[in-house]
T-cell receptor
Framework: KNEVEQSPQNLTAQEGEFITINCSYSVGISALHWLQQHPGGGIVSLFMLSSGKKKHGRLIATINIQEKHSSLHITASHPRDSAVYICAVRIGSQGNLIFGKGTKLSVKP | NAGVMQNPRHLVRRRGQEARLRCSPMKGHSHVYWYRQLPEEGLKFMVYLQKENIIDESGMPKERFSAEFPKEGPSILRIQQVVRGDSAAYFC?????????FGPGTRLTVT
């Protein structure tokens, strides 16, 4: 079993829909990251969380430390949101990241 | 403040050649991480370096791979005698404290 599990693996949505991507992890962590990767592209850090909730534009990320679970929400989705969204956890204050396998999101116009 | 720079962006090598991948961290960052993304797979940690020191290389293959982060200049990931299975995207990230910032990656193709 992977230490970081994401669901769903693939997600197709219509423009304007509210989207939720889930991440569960099985280890103690110091922080959780949500990353975005476009096809053939680089990796952009969307959020880093250690507790609670963060919001940036149409993106919201939440984390429940007790439940070892995080969610990434996209409100009013748009085709330009189409990308792979990756959850990654950090163990220790300066440690490397352990990644989920990613959720491939496709938003249709 | 420029972001994390990686070069080359694309690298083609024949089997048996050497590949050198470079990563220049963000200004002021002294921590560098290398990650590998194999085709159709997730990202995997390879090595974590601070200036002149390897802190954690638990993700590095035992043979043919090495990494350094000298006092001056970029971090280098070196792959000797490349094989087809080394074809992947190699990303580096840098940090000064908590958050890691990723470079655009180097896509290595071994023919």
């Amino acid at each position: 079993k992977n230490e970081v599990e994401q669901s769903p693996q693939n997600l197709t949505a219509q423009e304007g829909e509210f989207i939720t991507i889930n991440c569960s992890y099985s280890v103690g962590i110091s922080a959780l990251h949500w990353l975005q990767q476009h096809p053939g592209g680089g990796i952009v850090s969307l959020f880093m969380l250690s507790s609670g909730k963060k919001k940036h534009g149409r993106l919201i990320a939440t984390i429940n430390i007790q439940e070892k679970h995080s969610s990434l929400h996209i409100t009013a989705s748009h085709p330009r949101d189409s990308a792979v969204y990756i959850c990654a956890v950090r163990i220790g204050s300066q440690g490397n990241l352990i990644f989920g396998k990613g959720t491939k999101l496709s938003v249709k116009p | 403040n420029a972001g994390v720079m990686q070069n080359p962006r694309h690298l083609v090598r024949r089997r048996g050649q050497e590949a050198r991948l470079r990563c220049s961290p963000m200004k002021g960052h002294s921590h560098v991480y290398w990650y590998r993304q194999l085709p159709e797979e997730g990202l995997k940690f390879m090595v974590y370096l601070q200036k002149e020191n390897i802190i954690d290389e638990s993700g590095m293959p035992k043979e043919r791979f090495s990494a350094e982060f000298p006092k001056e200049g970029p971090s280098i990931l070196r792959i000797q005698q490349v094989v087809r299975g080394d074809s992947a995207a190699y990303f580096c990230a840098s940090s000064s404290a908590d958050e890691q910032y990723f470079g655009p990656g180097t896509r290595l193709t071994v023919t």
